[in-house]
T-cell receptor
């Protein structure tokens, strides 16, 4: 069974601080996909990034960066120089292309609520 | 840009009513999903559909049914609404269910009184 753990339920930082959101996953497959989504107060989940299990290169997009480490089954997300607009709930998710019922599913972590204080 | 729309942002219904939540996507995606989101429980999959008229149960299908008569439209039906179905309902679509990212609608906050 696949599982995604986001141990940090809530984080508060002061604007311009860096912050890292942790994501640890469990899967038996060697081929899988990892995702991060952002859910601002408006409610709509916004896709941020997808990473497949064969690509361990870290990714940077502006102030956002992702660190994928298969050895520790982690896919952490760092926001550099945080801004108030980064305040949201962030979800990590895992797609495990198994077979049978449920193989279409994304497994989501419970989310981390980030509050950036001005 | 992918656009997923949901028929209502807020909905208030009475216990026992039949409730329809509509979702439409404009990107010709094969796959569509219905989730509910509750505090502390995260997102839980209710049903998904991988083709017109095809559906599969997710983690919590009890009390719900779905309909997909057209590729772009996926409806969630609460046959007889109950107070424990008060929740945020999110619809999503994707090109491939396992590989590609899912695109979400704005959500419908349903209150059953």
């Amino acid at each position: 069974a696949q599982k995604v753990t986001q141990a940090q339920t809530e984080i508060s930082v002061v604007e311009k601080e860096d912050v890292t959101l942790d994501c640890v996953y469990e899967t038996r497959d060697t081929t899988y996909y990892l995702f991060w989504y952002k859910q601002p107060p408006s409610g709509e989940l916004v896709f941020l990034i997808r990473r497949n299990s064969f690509d361990e290169q870290n990714e940077i997009s502006g102030r956002y960066s992702w660190n994928f480490q298969k050895s520790t089954s982690s896919f952490n997300f760092t926001i550099t120089a945080s801004q108030v607009v980064d305040s949201a709930v962030y979800f990590c998710a895992l797609s495990d292309p198994g077979s049978g019922a449920g193989s279409y599913q994304l497994t989501f972590g419970k989310g981390t609520k980030l509050s950036v204080i001005p | 840009d992918v656009k997923v729309t949901q028929s209502s942002r807020y909905l208030v219904k009475r216990t026992g009513e039949k409730v329809f939540l509509e979702c439409v996507q404009d990107m010709d995606h094969e796959n569509m999903f219905w989730y509910r989101q509750d505090p502390g429980l995260g997102l839980r999959l209710i049903y998904f559909s991988y083709d017109v008229k095809m559906k599969e149960k997710g983690d919590i299908p009890e009390g719900y049914s779905v309909s997909r008569e057209k590729k772009e439209r996926f409806s969630l039906i609460l046959e007889s609404a109950s107070t424990n179905q008060t929740s945020m309902y999110l619809c999503a679509s994707s090109l491939s269910p396992r590989v590609d990212e899912q695109y979400f609608g704005p959500g419908t906050r349903l209150t059953v009184t």
